[in-house]
């Protein structure tokens, strides 16, 4: 079953990020995705933690990462199927918000 961002638009996106709440009716990956954006830890763990997928599970082991839990991110990375992350924290927020809001209205790989 294919991943989806529930139809969120990266400028949507954008604009939401000024507020305080994502909507809740977006899905938990984009949800999650709001909170690592606005530097939210906690709140996107809180999210992560009670859903599961293949790109939640890459989310949750990006957040551990940034935590400097390098043991936990390792096995979330494998719950991925994806190989630990060797760029910054930056750039890896960078791919997730390209993987999970894709420009031109593309789906989430």
């Known amino acids: 079953m294919a991943e989806t961002n529930g139809g969120v638009a990266r400028d949507e996106f954008d604009r939401q990020l000024t507020e305080a709440e994502p909507p809740a009716h977006w899905p938990a990956v984009v949800r999650a995705?709001?909170?690592v954006e606005q530097g939210d830890w906690q709140r996107a763990h809180?999210?992560?933690e009670h859903a599961d997928s293949r790109l939640i599970r890459w989310v949750h082991a990006h957040l551990h990462r940034w935590e400097g839990d390098h043991g936990n991110a390792a096995y979330w990375y494998r719950r991925a199927d994806r190989p630990v992350s060797s760029v910054s924290l930056d750039d890896e927020r960078a791919l997730l918000r390209d993987t999970v809001l894709p420009v031109a209205g593309g789906s989430p790989r």
């Open 46 to 48: 809180d999210i992560v």
């Open 33 to 35: 995705l709001f909170f």
